[in-house]
């Protein structure tokens, strides 16, 4: 994907389809309607969106600030000033997390400030956490008082996240290679990435954007979307047998709705073949380890009823 494509992978968000998403899109067939059930971080939908294969997508998914972030940032409204959230220590993220009501700036730090973006537990570990905030202010304010303040002098004519995220990589390679100063060294070779710039700078590519046309928002359980026979339906539920906990997921429930669903053209994602369906399509191994330490098969499903 292309840098400029990027803002397609949508919010920094557990089981976002990003990697997936274009060959997902390139798969399904065309029509008038096209609706992403579970929309999660609205990578499927804002690359159906931008594909021009239907007349309408609807982003749909339960979680009414996930959606709501997603739909402030493409029409700037609330605007959000990303620099703000370059900088978030373990206690004001927990503060975010167990002190704040639910909105959509909450949804915005406990994203982007999350370890694989599970929206609970803080981006790093207690062993790492001092160096990585470091060199954040190194690179944003300079007042670090160590000679990682070279860094802001360095990327200062940069006003972007992104520009600077990029400066501090130019900054790195070439501290790497001076031999001389070891114990800067030392350190950077452990620092090889900043987690919640890359995730802010794609939020950033969002604000860019116009006001996608095609693309509606929707804050329904799937129970309660109205779909017609002609439309093309894609769903990515919780995975089976994945291990993770989605607050009383029941996949019986799942295949019942399946089952009455009106539409025709019904796509699934999974690592299981379900009941009632063929493999559509196979999609790959999904880059990131699972639970147990293997990479495992991506389907795209075909409901056959």
């Given at each position: 994907?292309?840098?400029?494509?990027?803002?397609?992978?949508?919010?920094?968000?557990?089981?976002?389809?990003?990697?997936?998403?274009?060959?997902?899109?390139?798969?399904?067939?065309?029509?008038?309607?096209?609706?992403?059930?579970?929309?999660?971080?609205?990578?499927?939908?804002?690359?159906?969106?931008?594909?021009?294969?239907?007349n309408a997508v609807v982003y749909n998914d339960r979680r009414k600030t996930v959606v709501n972030l997603l739909k402030a940032l493409i029409e700037d409204n609330p605007h959000f000033?990303?620099?703000?959230?370059?900088?978030?220590?373990?206690?004001?993220?927990?503060?975010?997390?167990?002190?704040?009501?639910?909105?959509?700036?909450?949804?915005?730090?406990?994203?982007?400030?999350?370890?694989?973006?599970?929206?609970?537990?803080?981006?790093?570990?207690?062993?790492?956490?001092?160096e990585k905030l470091q060199l954040t202010r190194a690179l944003f304010f300079g007042n670090?008082?160590?000679?990682?303040?070279?860094?802001?002098?360095y990327a200062k004519n940069e006003t972007s996240i992104a520009g600077k995220y990029k400066m501090f990589h130019k900054w790195?390679?070439?501290v790497m290679n001076i031999s001389s100063r070891y114990d800067l060294l030392q350190q950077l070779s452990r620092l090889d990435q900043l987690e919640q710039l890359q995730r802010l700078s794609r939020l950033d590519q969002l604000q860019q954007l116009q006001q996608l046309q095609q693309l509606e928002y929707s804050t329904l359980?799937?129970?309660?979307?109205?779909?017609?026979?002609d439309d093309i339906v894609y769903c990515d539920p919780p995975y089976v047998n994945t291990g993770l906990d989605y607050g009383g997921w029941d996949p019986d429930v799942?295949?019942?709705?399946?089952?009455?669903?009106?539409?025709?053209?019904?796509?699934?994602?999974?690592y299981t073949k379900l009941p009632h369906t063929d493999v559509a399509?196979?999609?790959?191994?999904k880059h990131s380890m699972t639970g147990v330490g293997t990479r495992r098969e991506e389907l795209l499903l075909k409901y056959v009823g």
């Open positions: 994907m292309k840098n400029s494509e990027k803002w397609m992978r949508g919010l920094p968000y557990v089981g976002n389809k990003g990697q997936k998403a274009q060959q997902i899109i390139d798969i399904l067939p065309s029509g008038g309607r096209f609706i992403d059930v579970f929309g999660g971080g609205g990578s499927i939908s804002l690359t159906a969106a931008s594909s021009g294969k239907w000033d990303l620099m703000k959230y370059v900088y978030m220590n373990r206690e004001t993220f927990y503060n975010w997390r167990d002190n704040q009501p639910d909105s959509i700036e909450r949804t915005l730090v406990l994203t982007v400030w999350s370890f694989s973006n599970n929206m609970c537990d803080y981006l790093w570990g207690k062993k790492i956490e001092k670090t008082g160590t000679k990682l303040d070279d860094l802001y002098s790195r390679r070439e359980d799937y129970h309660d979307l109205i779909i017609r026979p799942f295949y019942a709705w399946l089952a009455a669903c009106p539409a025709k053209q019904i796509y699934i994602s999974e399509f196979y999609l790959g191994k």
